[in-house]
């Protein structure tokens, strides 16, 4: 039986050579799997990259800095109780007065709900934010690839109160290039009579020619939504 170990090593090593072959094969299968997957995560990664981003509310090229005077109108403030359209008392007055000059010498009117709000703390400062949705713009449309949700800092002594989230509000915008965000503004809240007045203003004010026809325009999400409230109301 001697002459049969011979055969029995060669078939061990030829098992063995057939083992390793078989695991350098696999080696280069796994390479070429990671090659691809890495190909496939950069054309992805491209992909989204070239996706134009949602971005700020932002002012057109050329747009001249804000004037100092209108620092008081547009002051990152918010204004948590309806304004009084036909009062008299002197609080009142006051209200109406500033709702005219935030809506005379606004870049962007529109009507937002507050989705969320809080606050930040540094030390002794404390900051407050408002993320808010655009519903409907109400003073031309919004910059292009503007996003529908937008944060923004609100200048307020006290803490906002949690009611805020959902409720309607009135975003009056004014530009500011030289700013960071790029723009000033004031949060009002927003009732059916109010809302009125301004599309009421701002169509006169576009029908004696005061704005240009694009002022009024209405985008496509607001026209779709007066378009059901018509037919709910039929």
Same mark, same amino acid.
């Given at each position: ?13 030829? %098992?063995?050579?057939? =083992? ?13 799997? =990671? ?9 992805? %990664? ?40 036909? %009062? ?7 209200? +109406? ?22 606050? &930040?703390?540094? %030390?002794? !400062? ?7 949705? *655009?519903?409907?713009?109400? =003073?031309?449309?919004?910059?292009? &690839?503007?996003?529908?949700? #937008? ?5 307020? *002594? ?8 959902? +409720?309607?509000? *009135? ?26 007045? *301004? ?11 005061? =704005?240009?026809?694009?002022? !009024?325009?209405?985008?496509? &999400?607001?026209?779709? !939504?007066?378009?059901?409230? !018509? #037919?709910?109301?039929?």
């Amino acid at each position: 039986m001697e002459y049969a170990r011979p055969r029995a090593y060669a078939t061990l090593a030829a %098992g063995m050579a057939a =083992l390793q072959r078989g695991r350098r094969a696999l080696g280069r299968l796994r390479r070429d799997l =990671l090659t691809v997957s890495a190909t496939l995560l950069v054309v992805i %990664g491209l992909s989204a990259g070239c996706k134009p981003k949602d971005v700020s509310l932002a002012p057109p090229a050329g747009t001249p800095a804000m004037e100092p005077g209108h620092a008081a109108y547009f002051d990152n403030g918010i204004t948590v109780t309806p304004v009084v359209l036909v %009062g008299r008392a002197p609080s009142d007055v006051v209200d +109406q007065r500033l709702f005219g000059e935030r809506l005379g010498h606004a870049d962007l009117i529109a009507e937002v709900t507050i989705e969320d709000l809080w606050e &930040r703390r540094r %030390g002794a !400062k404390v900051q407050r934010f408002v993320e808010v949705r *655009i519903q409907e713009p109400l =003073l031309r449309e919004l910059p292009k &690839r503007s996003a529908e949700t #937008q944060r923004l800092e609100v200048v307020s *002594i006290d803490p906002l109160p949690a009611e805020l989230r959902g +409720q309607r509000f *009135i975003l009056f915008v004014r530009w500011s290039p030289s700013e960071r965000p790029p723009f000033k503004h004031h949060l009002m809240i927003a009732d059916d009579a109010t809302v009125e007045v *301004i599309r009421s203003m701002v169509a006169h004010a576009t029908e004696s020619g005061y =704005l240009d026809k694009g002022a !009024k325009k209405r985008t496509r &999400r607001s026209k779709d !939504k007066g378009q059901q409230k !018509k #037919q709910k109301d039929k």
